[in-house]
């Protein structure tokens, strides 16, 4: 039996615009999606934001009804039997909000366990030990509003084990935390994954899915489009090379020029506070960069580096970023 | 059954433990009762009517109770969506309804306490005496018409679920309801078609139980027959209320706006 299997799983979305002639607007965030996870294994499920990751996690998770096709979770069906699954899962969605802000981290602890049917001679053990392993026992009387960001975080995922669940959905758990307290949560959901959960994680961080997943799903526009492990995502761009460009300037007319260089592939750009990189993936990195500097204009070129491609690389091909 | 009592429970206790950890809890909780009070208590002076006390001290109670204890579920439901917990909650094992059961109760006893609170305010501030003929039936008249107030709140809580703009109807409802229900006025100061209106709404019945039993030291049958509809009526909320939380968690599902507010 498989951890989860999608079977078509398709999701449309209708919206109403309007007030007194109304119009329907449809959205189909999920279209028709297959794939299957193995018991306790770390599944990557990555894409740009609004592709159809949440929308995914939301209808394994029982949240949700599909529009058509369906899923098994732990072999249950989603649609016909919900409260099998719910016993047998749980769930951390990203960001600050999903527990209550004026009950203590403990209080919050106590009352989703009751939820989850936890056995109350076993509770307080249960809550110490979690609080324990995320690191939060001497603030646990503390509000959970109160809570720095990354404590909060924690919290959320010293809940989404209190049932001891087979799967556990996250969704962009890592979302907006500082990097060290990202890297200190990349490693609970490695610890997860080593004790025989099923992680399904969906960020669209490359270099977390890299690090952690066995395998990766890319979705795009509600469909996958590549699902394999990160070293084979990597071959879309084997004997390639990123060419790394920071500087200070526009880019809109400097990205033209550089696609209409010969040997180019694809180029993107990303803003890091007042600077710019661009990125250029490219065969022949030699006979790019020449003409790549003589195409800056009057960008101020702070740095220029040559790597190898990333999963990154791999994940913009692969969802043709511009 | 034992699990969903423990539901029920720690939703009760984690939503008194929410709502007393507020500071602006208590400014709001002891000022509206007051104000309630105050509004009341002017118009029992100017009437010169005796009887009219009776209406303006426990109409003034039982409005407090009635704010709190019919739409405080509602309102709950409302805070989880602004908190993210609506979403977290629902993927529980545990039902939605035993979760609102319990806050139901909760706003109950919080209702409760409000009516003191006013029998206070008008004996010690507005000096008006307030001898309760029979307390023990003020007593089980109070806590079944507090009770049977939530239970209004239940057949509304699933539509708190379903529509996230549901509180904005919810607060028109309010009024609507306090008015045609004869706590702070007899019914019979109302149109005639709107008796039919009134006599379907537990509080009707549960407030003519209260002021007799605080009128006459025996209880005649007619407080009896008050407490009886008051069940019915209760029994009746509460078997809507499962109906329609049924009836719509398929609904909530389809929709997937748990998450928005």
């Known amino acids: 039996m498989k951890a989860i299997e999608t079977f078509d799983l398709t999701r449309e979305f209708v919206s109403e615009k309007g007030y007194l002639f109304k119009k329907k607007e449809r959205l189909l965030a999920v279209d028709h999606v297959d794939f299957e996870v193995e018991k306790g294994e770390l599944f990557g499920f990555v894409g740009p934001n609004g592709a159809g990751k949440t929308t995914t996690v939301k209808m394994l998770c029982t949240l949700l009804l599909p529009t058509s096709g369906t899923a098994r979770v732990l072999g249950r069906d989603i649609v016909e039997r919900p409260d099998e699954i719910r016993a047998r899962i749980n769930v951390v969605f990203g960001g600050e909000r999903g527990l209550y802000w004026r009950l203590s981290g403990r209080d919050n602890l106590l009352y989703f366990a009751t939820l989850y049917g936890i056995d109350p001679a076993h509770t307080k053990d249960r809550i110490d030990h979690l609080l324990a392993m995320v690191g939060l026992l001497d603030r646990a009387d503390e509000k959970f509003g109160k809570y720095s960001r990354g404590m909060k975080q924690r919290l959320h995922i010293a809940k989404a084990l209190l049932n001891d669940p087979e799967v556990v959905f996250m969704d962009e758990p890592t979302q907006g935390l500082d990097p060290e307290i990202a890297h200190e949560l990349r490693g609970v959901i490695a610890d997860l994954a080593k004790s025989g959960k099923t992680v399904f994680l969906t960020t669209h961080y490359m270099f977390e899915a890299d690090e952690l997943c066995r395998r990766v799903a890319v979705i795009n526009h509600g469909r996958i489009v590549a699902l394999d492990s990160p070293a084979n995502l990597k071959r879309h761009v084997a004997g390639q090379r990123v060419i790394e460009v920071e500087f200070f300037g526009s880019t809109e007319k400097l990205v033209e020029g550089i696609r209409q260089i010969p040997g180019v592939g694809l180029v993107t750009t990303e803003d890091v506070e007042q600077r710019r990189i661009l990125k250029i993936q490219t065969a022949d990195p030699a006979s790019v960069v020449p003409k790549l500097t003589a195409k800056m204009g009057d960008s101020r070129m702070m740095d220029l580096r040559i790597r190898e491609p990333t999963l990154e690389d791999a994940y913009l091909k692969l969802v043709g970023a511009t | ?261």
């Open chain 2, 1 to 261: 059954m034992l699990r969903r009592i423990r539901v029920i429970w720690i939703a009760f206790v984690s939503l008194l433990k929410e709502t007393t950890s507020e500071p602006a809890w208590f400014v709001h909780n002891t000022a509206a009762p007051l104000i309630f009070t105050l509004v009341a208590l002017t118009f029992f002076k100017v009437s010169g009517k005796t009887e009219f006390g009776l209406y303006a001290v426990f109409g003034s109670g039982v409005a407090g109770m009635w704010a709190t204890a019919l739409f405080g579920t509602g309102n709950s439901i409302d805070d989880d969506r602004w908190q993210g917990t609506l979403e977290y909650i629902y993927v529980t094992p545990s039902r939605i309804s035993d979760i609102i059961v319990g806050r139901a109760l909760a706003y109950a006893l919080i209702g409760l306490g409000l009516m003191f609170e006013v029998l206070l305010l008008a004996a010690y501030i507005f000096g008006i005496p307030l001898g309760i003929a029979n307390p023990a039936g003020f007593t089980v008249a109070l806590v079944l018409t507090v009770i049977s107030f939530a239970s209004i709140g239940l057949v509304f809580a699933p539509l708190f679920v379903l529509i996230k703009e549901s509180n904005a109807y919810a607060n028109a409802l309010e009024g609507v309801l306090f008015a045609v229900a004869g706590i702070v006025y007899p019914i019979t100061m109302l149109p005639t078609w709107v008796h039919v209106i009134s006599y379907a709404l537990s509080p009707t019945w549960g407030s003519e139980a209260i002021r007799t039993s605080v009128r006459l030291p025996w209880l005649p049958p007619d407080y009896f027959s008050n407490l009886l509809y008051v069940l019915i009526a209760t029994a009746a909320y509460m078997a809507i209320s499962w109906y329609l939380f049924k009836l719509f968690e398929r609904r909530v599902r389809e929709k997937g706006e748990l998450g928005e507010f």
